[in-house]
């Protein structure tokens, strides 16, 4: 199996951009794609294949890739952003696998 | 328009079974494959398993591997999650979520349900 590293926080004030890595070793080889999830609810969806932007998310939010990290990029952080962000990628084996996520303060 | 609903999670005694249930509310279930993702009390996601849209392709994690079986009934437009051999560390909200085309992610989730490990 193959492992996805997050940096546990990540703080910013609003209007400023917030930037979240993952960095594993199937990343160059593995798309990767994020979520977020706020307290008490179920994860969303905010990009995926790395780069793309499922309809309905911001344009505030994109991501890039680099060797093996991903990051993904918050433009412009509104309050409502706060949230855990987990990056997610799979092998070719099945196996699928989450970083251990992201929280997002917005001072 | 896709809406999952997950139920059937409850409080168990170690050593026990469950059946998690999934119903997609749409039209579409046997379109797309599916997967199972936990989460413990206060820790991050792990996904525990992904069937295709036909059932002919399963994966699981390691850690349930032997223990769970994930299964689908697309007429009824309803995935499922034989639990046997529950521990405690099954403890988690367990939530399916709808994998996206070409499987890159899961697109839509469910709210979740719980389930308790514990004597």
């Not at chain 1, 939010?61 to 433009?75: A, C, D, N, P």
């Not at chain 2, 998690?20 to 379109?31: H, I, P, Q």
Request: with cysteine.
């Amino acid at each position: 199996s193959f492992e996805l590293t997050q940096p546990p926080s990540v703080s910013v004030s609003p209007g400023q951009t917030a930037r979240i890595s993952c960095s594993g070793d199937a990343l160059p080889k593995q798309y990767a794609h994020w979520y977020v999830q706020k307290p008490g609810q179920a994860p969303v969806m905010v990009i995926f294949k790395d780069s793309e932007r499922p309809s309905g998310i911001p344009e505030r939010f994109s991501g890039s890739t680099s060797g093996t990290t991903v990051t993904l990029t918050i433009s412009g952080v509104k309050a409502e952003d706060e949230g855990d962000y987990y990056c997610q990628s799979g092998d070719t084996g099945g196996t699928w696998v989450f970083g251990g996520g992201t929280k997002l303060t917005v001072l | 328009e896709v809406q999952l609903l997950e139920s059937g999670g409850g409080l168990k005694q170690p050593g026990g079974s469950l059946r998690l249930s999934c119903v997609d509310s749409g039209f579409t279930f046997r379109t797309y494959g599916i997967t199972w993702v936990r989460q413990a009390p206060g820790k991050g996601l792990e996904w525990v398993s992904t069937i295709s849209n036909t059932g002919g392709t399963i994966y699981y994690a390691d850690s349930v591997k032997g223990r769970f079986t994930i299964s689908r009934d697309n007429f009824k437009s309803t995935l499922y999650l034989e639990m046997n051999s529950l521990r405690a560390e099954d403890t988690a909200v367990y939530y399916c979520a709808k994998l996206a085309p070409g499987a890159f992610g899961m697109d839509v989730w469910g709210q979740g349900t719980t389930v308790t490990v514990s004597s």
